[in-house]
């Protein structure tokens, strides 16, 4: 059997925030971006991978979910504990530049972890930790 990582979710708040970070700050490429208003589902990647995907879409708009559970979501997408994702790069501290240039939250500057790699991280505009890690 030979399966592969197609696609992530991350949520987002403010489709244009979220678009602008990953795009501009990042550079990944908008794949697809359908819906309008703060209902917009935005497929980014990176350049030169056209299978490995981002769905940035909005929080909790199964029918399934509950008015609690909406709740619980934004409580902890506000305090930045919903979503999160692992990136990695080549160039770590030239990647960290760049990204805190962008007017990013930074949580962590590039550090040598005690488990074996070197990593940095960032919220992205909907609060999700964003973890760069050095390839090595």
């Not at 990944?28 to 497929?43: A, C, H, L, S, Y």
């Not at 990695?88 to 962590?108: H, S, W």
């Not at 040598?112 to 890690?133: H, K, S």
């Amino acid at each position: 059997m030979e399966i592969t990582i197609h696609t992530s979710f991350l949520p987002h708040d403010d489709p244009d925030a979220s678009l602008a970070f990953y795009r501009d700050v990042l550079g990944f490429e908008v794949r697809n971006d359908v819906g309008q208003g703060k209902m917009r589902w935005i497929t980014v990647g990176p350049a030169g991978q056209p299978d490995t995907s981002i769905l940035l879409a909005p929080p909790a708009v199964d029918p399934g979910i509950t008015d609690d559970e909406r709740r619980t979501i934004a409580e902890m997408m506000a305090k930045g504990t919903y979503g999160w994702i692992l990136l990695a790069t080549r160039d770590l501290d030239g990647t960290f530049e760049k990204v805190q240039a962008g007017d990013t939250e930074v949580v962590q500057e590039p550090t040598e972890q005690p488990y074996g790699v070197r990593d940095c991280a960032f919220r992205d505009p909907a609060g999700n930790l964003v973890r760069i890690q050095q390839l090595r």
